[in-house]
Structure formats: structure tokens, C-alpha cells
Nanobody
Framework: QVHLVESGGGLVQAGGSLRLSCADSGRTFSEYAMGWFRQAPGKERDFVARITWSGGNKYYADSAKGRFTISRDNAKSTVYLQMNSLKPEDTAVYYC??????????????????WGQGTQVTVSS
């Protein structure tokens, strides 16, 4: 079983940085690809980034490329999202998710099996 808990959200000024963490209390973290998604009020849940089980492959939404970095530490059962040069349009609830589809690119929320509760990120202008 996978149980994901996000942390690290908050209020930051435009141009600032935040590092989100997502920890799994289960024992099978390394078997899953991990993704980050975000959802702004009144909008759909959008893909942000994905990392395969070994960390060898990483994928980003166009909006995240060059500013965000996804990483994982399987020994700590944790995935991270380092967000730099934040913009007001990055404001959203950020969710981590685990997928049993471990290879390749997949930005479809429906293919992720487990989700965290979300953490709010607010970027002020």
C-alpha cells in the first residue's frame, strides 16, 4: 500500500523558490513512477513532472521546463519538486501521485494509482 503525504507548500513572492516533498509511509515506493500535478481553482488537474522508479528518466510540462526539477530518494521513500523562478500562474494545489506504469512518459491523471492530499502553493506578484 502507498500512502503519500506532501509538504513544503506556502506563500512566496514571484521569482522565489519552494521545494515540495512527498513522502510515502509504505514499503514499495521504489516500485512506482512518481508524478507531480497541480490544480488551480476552477481548472483541471494538470501534469507538472514525472520521474521513473530509478530516477533515470524525468519528464516535464512545458510550463515547468527550465524552472522545476523533480528528483527522488528511494532510501527515504520521498520525491521532491524544486520550483524556482515562481510565477503567479504557478499558484495551485500541488499533488504527488504514484503510478504502477513505471516506464516512459505519462501525463494522464487517470493512470496514477495513489494520490497525496495536496499542498497549497501561492505565488504573489
Amino acid at each position: 500500500q502507498v500512502h503519500l503525504v506532501e509538504s513544503g507548500g506556502g506563500l512566496v513572492q514571484a521569482g522565489g523558490s519552494l521545494r515540495l516533498s512527498c513522502a510515502d509511509s509504505g514499503r514499495t515506493f521504489s516500485e512506482y513512477a512518481m508524478g507531480w500535478f497541480r490544480q488551480a481553482p476552477g481548472k483541471e488537474r494538470d501534469f507538472v513532472a514525472r520521474i521513473t522508479w530509478s530516477g533515470g528518466n524525468k519528464y516535464y510540462a512545458d510550463s515547468a521546463k527550465g524552472r522545476f526539477t523533480i528528483s527522488r530518494d528511494n532510501a527515504k521513500s520521498t520525491v521532491y519538486l524544486q520550483m524556482n523562478s515562481l510565477k503567479p500562474e504557478d499558484t495551485a494545489v500541488y499533488y504527488c501521485a504514484a503510478s504502477q506504469i513505471n516506464s516512459g512518459f505519462d501525463d494522464r491523471p487517470a493512470t496514477y494509482d495513489y494520490w497525496g492530499q495536496g499542498t497549497q502553493v501561492t505565488v504573489s506578484s
